[in-house]
């Protein structure tokens, strides 16, 4: 069964992402539209691209995701197609593709199958779920735009390795208020090289110890662990960590080693 995964930062309160279903379904009754999730902050690129990057994996190869974030109608902006590791994606060219991969796609075009552009007022519909049906379908990408060989280009904040000690930031919250960082896996054990470690963060915080499980401390107590994201988050067991502990996107944590 074909396969549309759905990103944006429609919410749930208006009609839009009735419309952007319904206008899918109008054209290829039987797909499968999975909402990924419409509670993207407005906007919010940053945001998207790691929810969309956490999650496409999990899907069968061929899926395609409709990626719905700043995709109001702009005369300068190209909508594209992306064939990545076997996944197809639609959206605007925002800097998001950039910022969920890790290679180069496989396969880039910049869709033509816009409509006179005076009527053209929720690209959505009238473009992405066009291109989106066209490629469960098993259409071939040349057939709805034209190659195209870059691609908007945005960088997330990376983290700064002094030494012995490793500074990050915040890049996301989740909905049990868990705060993850962009330290990766793969970086921490690099710099850590088997070394104790203490994890310093807002309000003269410490943590010295690497969980595997949110469950391996007691119920309210603080823990770090690398998540199913593969990056180093800060959580308390069955509590709100962000704010029971002050921290928002963009603070800095601290790594030192020893």
Same mark, same amino acid.
């Given at each position: /069964?074909? +396969? ?6 429609l ?23 999975i ?11 940053? *945001? ?47 800097? +998001?593709?950039?910022? /969920? ?14 409509? $006179?552009? %005076? ?6 519909? $009238?473009?992405f ?11 071939? /990408?040349?057939? +709805? ?21 490793? %500074? ?8 049990? *208020?868990n ?6 896996? $793969?970086?921490?054990?690099?710099? *850590? *090289? ?48 962000s ?6 996107l ?9």
């Open positions: /069964m074909a +396969i549309i995964t759905l990103t944006t930062d919410g749930y309160k208006d009609f839009y992402q009735a419309a952007l279903k319904g206008s899918i379904l109008s054209i290829r009754p039987t797909v499968n539209i909402d990924i999730t419409h509670n993207i902050s407005a906007f919010n690129i940053p *945001q998207a691209a790691f929810v969309l990057k956490n999650a496409f994996p999990y899907f069968p190869s061929g899926t395609v995701h409709l990626i719905g974030i700043d995709s109001v109608f702009n005369e300068n902006t190209k909508y594209l197609a992306v064939k990545y590791k076997g996944h197809f994606f639609v959206g605007s060219d925002n800097g +998001i593709f950039s910022l /969920m991969f890790d290679e180069k796609p496989d396969e880039i075009v910049e869709l033509n199958i816009m409509q $006179d552009l %005076k009527f053209l007022h929720f690209p959505l519909t $009238d473009i779920a066009k291109a989106s049906t066209h490629l469960a379908e098993g259409g071939k /990408m040349e057939d +709805i735009g034209i190659p195209l060989a870059e691609l908007e280009e945005k960088v997330n904040l990376q983290p700064v390795i002094e030494h012995n000690v490793i %500074k990050g930031s915040v890049i996301y919250i989740d909905s049990f *208020q705060v993850i960082t962009n330290i990766s896996k $793969d970086l921490f054990s690099r710099i *850590q *090289q088997n070394r104790d470690f203490v994890l310093y963060f807002r309000k003269n915080e410490s943590i010295s110890t690497l969980s595997w499980h949110y469950n391996e401390v007691p119920e309210g107590e603080k823990l770090c662990l690398f998540g199913i994201s593969n990056y180093l988050e800060i959580a308390i067991n069955k509590g709100n960590a704010g029971l502990l002050g921290l928002h963009g603070d800095i944590v601290r790594v030192e080693f020893s």
